[in-house]
Antibody
Framework: QVQLVESGGGAVQPGGSLRLSCAASGFTFSTYAMHWVRQAPGKGLEWVAF????????RYADSVKGRFAISRDNSNNTLHLQMNSLRAEDTAVYYC??????????????WGQGALVTVSS | EIVMTQSPATLSVSPGEKTTLSCRAGQSVSGDLAWYQQKPGQAPRLLIY???TRATGVPARFSGSGSGTEFTLSISSLQSEDFAVYYC?????????FGGGTKVEI
């Protein structure tokens, strides 16, 4: 069965950095696009970042562009999100999610359990 | 970006009833629309993609319809496990955007 397990969350001060990882199993990771989606406490879902199967390009939400970087390691079935210059408004549960397709962003058919990131002084 | 608006924000229904949730896109997204269900403390679950195609394992009581800017998610006979928050999401244009959600409660 498909499993996505996030790690690397925690508490960080404003301006700090954090790197999230997502370990994938149960499917051929190298043939699917992947996303990060976040959810602030008590709020709705916000798409954050996207990378296709071959890392040929990336897409970011305007709210994180220039501060966050998505990457993937197909040899180790792992997705990453490097988060720099963190702000209080980045506080959220961050979900790793699998796209139904390999190249373009579509619907997200499997999600991890989420990693909590708290940005506070 | 394409703004997705869901209504109502909260829906109070009884088990066994039929209910319909609405999602409106700020501009046409063709049929590039998905629905998700999220229960407290859990990750979202894909229910519908392509506006009307049920995802794997989703019960037949869930159905989606619509195209362009107007979409609906119908639940034919609410079960206790269906009480949750439902989100729509468009994937016609970047950035991908979600609606604000509809909470279905007793």
């Amino acid at each position: 069965q498909v499993q996505l397990v996030e790690s690397g969350g925690g508490a960080v001060q404003p301006g700090g950095s954090l790197r999230l990882s997502c370990a994938a199993s149960g499917f051929t990771f190298s043939t699917y696009a992947m996303h990060w989606v976040r959810q602030a406490p008590g709020k709705g879902l916000e798409w954050v970042a996207f990378m296709p199967f071959d890392s040929s390009y990336q897409r970011y939400a305007d709210s994180v562009k220039g501060r966050f970087a998505i990457s993937r390691d197909n040899s180790n079935n792992t997705l990453h999100l490097q988060m720099n210059s963190l702000r209080a408004e980045d506080t959220a549960v961050y979900y790793c999610a699998k796209d139904r397709r390999e190249k373009s962003g579509t619907s997200l058919d499997y999600w991890g359990q989420g990693a909590l990131v708290t940005v506070s002084s | 970006e394409i703004v997705m608006t869901q209504s109502p924000a909260t829906l109070s229904v009884s088990p066994g009833e039929k209910t319909t949730l609405s999602c409106r896109a700020g501009q046409s997204v063709s049929g590039d629309l998905a629905w998700y269900q999220q229960k407290p403390g859990q990750a979202p679950r894909l229910l519908i993609y392509g506006a009307s195609t049920r995802a794997t394992g989703v019960p037949a009581r869930f159905s989606g319809s619509g195209s362009g800017t107007e979409f609906t998610l119908s639940i034919s006979s609410l079960q206790s496990e269906d009480f949750a928050v439902y989100y729509c999401q468009q994937y016609n244009r970047w950035p991908l955007t979600f609606g604000g959600g509809t909470k279905v409660e007793i």
